[in-house]
């Protein structure tokens, strides 16, 4: 495994970033700095990065279904429930992609690789997240294309790219952007509470029969699913 891959499976993150720390001189192998980007460290190695011992890991991508009440953060200051604490210690060490807040439930990726995060993650992309929502009261169908022009949050456009009604107040949403509370904010905006929000799909990758609060590993063909298309 080359050097960059060996401390972004160590959750330093991004191969970019681990080619900035390698060029910069703040890696070493066995007491000697190392800017050889092919440099492949040996199992008895000692990789240190800004003097501190880096343990290699194997890669690990998850699907979480996260329940209500659960914060997507490894701690709390308020010490309230972490996705962390759904899953058993002896797993690498795993940073979540992307989030969901409090009270929504459902799909949540975690993974070791600095890489898939930032894919999955930047702008340049434009990957579907779907959702299920329960709102107060009954949906107006004339609404959805104002949600799918846009109102304005936190300076900038917020777009619901798909609205289909399931029942008379359930809905399932397609979204292409990340900005804080948006399907909670949007609706709010036009006159809905949501009472339930739950996330079953990103991008080919769906949640399933996964039960509330459990956990799997993502197979080859599901990692192959998530790769991101540049947007046009």
Same mark, same amino acid.
């Given at each position: 495994m080359r050097l960059n891959r060996f401390l972004a499976a160590a959750g330093l993150g991004s191969r970019r970033h681990c080619d900035e720390l390698i060029a910069t001189g703040r890696v070493t192998i066995n007491g000697r700095v190392c800017t050889d980007f092919s440099t492949q460290p040996a199992e008895r190695d000692h990789v240190k990065v800004?003097?501190?011992?880096? *343990?290699?890991? &194997? &890669?690990? /991508?998850?699907?979480? *279904?996260?329940?209500? $009440? =659960?914060?997507?953060?490894?701690? /709390? +200051?308020?010490? &309230?429930?972490?996705?962390?604490?759904?899953? +058993? +210690?002896?797993? +690498?060490?795993?940073?979540?992609i992307g989030r969901l807040d409090a009270q929504t439930e459902g799909l949540l990726l975690l993974t070791n690789d600095g890489d898939l995060a930032q894919r999955l993650t930047h702008p340049r992309y434009k990957i579907e997240k779907e959702y299920e929502i #329960?709102?107060? *009261? @009954?949906?107006? @169908?004339?609404?959805?294309?104002?949600? !799918?022009? $846009?109102?304005?949050l936190d300076g900038q456009r917020a777009r619901i790219d798909l609205v289909h009604s399931v029942k008379p107040t359930r809905l399932r949403v397609v979204l292409r952007q990340?900005?804080? &509370? !948006?399907?909670?904010?949007?609706? =709010?905006?036009?006159?809905y509470e949501v009472k339930k929000l739950?996330? #079953?799909?990103i991008g080919g990758l769906r949640l399933g029969d996964l039960p509330r609060a459990h956990w799997r590993p993502l197979s080859k063909a599901e990692l192959k699913s998530l790769k991101p298309r540049r947007s046009e």
């Open positions: 800004n003097g501190k011992l880096i *343990h290699g890991e &194997r &890669r690990l /991508d998850i699907m979480l *279904h996260k329940p209500a $009440g =659960f914060v997507s953060t490894r701690s /709390d +200051p308020n010490a &309230r429930d972490t996705i962390f604490d759904l899953l +058993p +210690p002896h797993l +690498p060490r795993l940073f979540n #329960t709102l107060d *009261h @009954p949906w107006d @169908p004339a609404l959805a294309l104002k949600l !799918q022009k $846009g109102l304005m990340g900005i804080n &509370r !948006q399907i909670r904010r949007m609706f =709010f905006a036009v006159g739950v996330r #079953t799909r």
